[in-house]
């Protein structure tokens, strides 16, 4: 397995795998698929704010890929990152959210961030073990506040101090 920074010939595989995740999982809050262009859009996005995309590459093959963004767009908050994790579904539960999190967490300390926020389907129990394993910490609990599959969705947010 190696990690390493997302190419835009990357970004087919990784909307597969966002879209999947879209349509089958509580991990992205949002109903529609998103396009190649919506992706392409993204990607310059990241790339034009300095913000890091990592992909796990398997055999020559896309299975995960990771990146942070800014947690808000006020300008107070120009320390403060999210993070963002997405495995393949066929290769969850291998540790390739930790391999992926970890250069997160490297790139955030270089950017001279201050702390990392993860907003996490609170049913999501391997998302949160994950993110506490790295020495995250559960700060808010939201009660309800996204709905998808017909039921109520909570969110819990954890947070790494970097400093």
Known sequence: MEIRNAKEPDLLKMLEIYNEIIANTTAVFQYDPHTLDMRKEWFAQKTKEGFPVFVAEENNEVVGFSTIGAFRNWQAYKYSVENSIYVRADQRGKGIGKMLLQPLIDAAMQMGMHTIVAGIDAS?????????????????????VGYKFDRWLD???????LT
């Open 124 to 144: 999501n129990e391997t998302s949160i073990a994950l993110h506490k394993q790295l020495g995250f910490v559960e700060v808010a609990y939201f009660k309800e």
């Open 155 to 161: 969110l819990k947010f954890l947070q790494l101090m």
